[in-house]
């Protein structure tokens, strides 16, 4: 006589060790737009909108471009000095498929094609419609919003911390979190205890450029948003929320900042700004620095007048090597305050996360 029952008790407890561990194996994800997203297990191939996402890949992962499905290879955006190097340790960054751009439509047959699982698009993206998200879904391929672009100040760690966890680095992301968070709260307690009534007025030019209208600069949003942390006052309030937008060189020259700060990078060469990077040693980025200087009006700045003149790359504020922009910042708005503040200390413990460390030229004092 065969004795099924022991075999089915057996079966029973199996199972009811397994399904508690089936269900643990579940990552339960609520994104920037208030989403709830189930994985089954973490992520390993991701569709990015936008290459500078590369960037926070690099601080979770030894090999960011080995969890890339596709990536829109928008080279200007990650920043060429930047790109090099990463294809340089990761050639297979070259030959990935290419997707659109958060800037462009999203093409679901490309993200297919891809065979992703798991598309990571910005925020605020323009490329994704409620109907191709339902498209995605219906093939079984999960969709996040993130941002560290749009609003970094509120949304880098928030964005940091939800990718770690979709793609099985939990802990990681929360180490960076964790030393990003020490940083900007030890600048935020002095800033309190010093109780300085001082609000120095700050232009900061985006994209800085002899060859284009003047004036590119931020507004009270994205990087306005450092400096509003920090105290000071900025030149392109008048532009309200608004991440970015123009202001008159009239404007600025009545406005008499007591700081200006230019951004640029490789990108900038064509367009006659601001040459800043690991291909630029501190003599050219001096050399187009006083280019931007020499334009109608500048010399009558007090920033200028005084000496208080800097510049920064654009690519440092698209991932959490943003910090460094931030004690930049403190360091040159509140000088005296800030003196001991010791940046290149910063990026070279930020260098220990990242896959790739960042090395060269970014920021003139």
């Known amino acids: 006589m065969v004795r099924i029952f022991p075999r089915i008790v057996v079966i029973l407890v199996v199972s009811l060790f ?13 994104d920037l737009k208030g989403r709830t997203v189930t994985l089954q297990k973490p992520a390993s191939r991701l569709v990015v909108d936008d290459g500078r996402l590369i960037l926070g890949l690099s601080f979770l992962t030894d090999d960011p471009v080995g969890v890339l499905a596709a990536w829109p290879h928008d080279v200007d955006r990650f920043g060429r000095e930047l790109y090099e190097t990463y ?7 070259e030959t990935l498929p290419k997707t659109t751009s958060n800037a462009q439509d999203l093409h679901v047959e490309q993200v297919f094609a891809a065979k992703p699982d798991l598309v990571v698009l910005s925020l605020h993206s323009r490329s994704s419609s409620q109907a191709q998200i339902a498209q995605l879904a219906e093939a079984g391929i999960p969709v996040i919003f993130l941002d560290f672009i749009a609003d970094p100040f509120d949304n880098m760690d928030k964005s940091l911390e939800i990718l770690g966890k979709a793609i099985g680095r939990k802990k990681r992301a929360a180490d960076v979190i964790a030393f990003r968070q020490a940083h900007i709260h030890a600048i935020g ?40 942390f920090l105290g000071a006052r900025n030149v392109g309030d008048v532009l309200g929320e608004k991440p970015f937008g123009k202001v008159s060189l009239e404007y600025v020259i009545a406005s008499k900042p007591d700081i200006y700060i230019a951004t640029g990078g490789e990108y900038m060469a064509a367009r ?18 006083k280019r931007l200087l020499a334009r109608p009006g500048f010399a009558r700045l007090p920033a200028v007048e005084n000496g208080n003149v800097h510049g920064i790359s654009q690519q440092i504020f698209h991932s959490p090597l943003d910090l460094l922009a931030l004690e930049l910042f403190a360091r040159w708005i509140r000088p005296k305050l800030f003196a001991d503040l010791d940046v290149e200390e910063t990026r070279q413990a930020l260098g220990r996360f990242m896959a790739v460390p960042l090395t060269g030229n970014y920021w003139t004092d």
């Open 87 to 93: 294809r340089q340790k990761f050639p297979a960054i």
């Open 272 to 289: 006659g700004g601001l040459l800043i990077g690991p291909h630029y040693d501190q003599a050219k980025t001096q050399e187009t620095m």
């Open 189 to 228: 307690e002095r800033l309190a205890a010093a109780r300085s009534v001082e609000k120095p007025l700050v232009f900061l030019e985006t994209h800085a450029s002899v060859s284009e209208d003047c004036c590119n600069s931020t507004g009270g949003a994205n990087i306005g948003k450092f400096l509003r």
């Open 18 to 30: 397994l399904a508690p561990a089936a269900a643990r194996a579940e990552i339960v994800l609520t």
